[in-house]
């Protein structure tokens, strides 16, 4: 009875401490999607890691920012205020401390909608992106 109570006890944490790594897990990406859709960069880079790097197409091909560059494409809004774009988590998948997550991003009206992949690190007790990568899967044209 006593090893039963014990092995129970022994999954309850687990149980317990998967959650408490994905509500973690999920503030970064909130960071992400805040940070993004009010321009508040702080709260933007705060989300992923000083050396992470992110792959998007642009008008001119396929190129690679660091989170200062990507950032830096919300930098002439109005701090604090909506533009527009809302985020969901779709899913996040935890493998001790990595983790791939994926997320919608919608413009104004759903006029377009991108789906952003994530890599992420645990790195001293808190999550962070490492890599990102998008592709847009819904235009208005």
């Known amino acids: 009875m006593k090893r039963t109570l014990l092995v129970c006890a022994f999954i309850l944490s687990q149980v ?6 994905f509500s973690n897990l999920e503030k970064t990406l909130q960071n992400y999607i805040k940070g993004s859709s009010y321009n508040e ?6 989300a992923f890691a000083e050396n ?15 989170p200062e560059e990507y950032a830096g494409f919300f930098k002439n ?30 413009g104004p009206d759903r006029k377009w909608v991108y789906i952003d992949l994530f890599l992420l690190k645990k790195v001293n007790e808190n999550w962070q992106i490492i890599s990102k990568t998008a592709t847009k899967v819904k235009d208005s044209k």
Do not use: M, P, W
Not at 16 to 21: F, P, V
Not at 41 to 46: G, M, P, Q, T, V
Not at 91 to 98: A, E, T, V, Y
């Open 77 to 106: 809004r109005k701090k604090g205020e909506f533009n527009g774009r809302v985020g969901k988590v779709l899913s996040i998948d935890i493998i001790k401390d990595i983790a791939c997550a994926k997320v919608e991003i919608a």
């Open 52 to 66: 992470a790097t992110l792959y998007l197409t642009t008008r001119d091909g396929f190129k690679r920012f660091t």
């Open 41 to 46: 960069l702080d709260i933007l880079k705060s």
């Open 16 to 21: 317990l401490s998967g959650q408490s790594e």
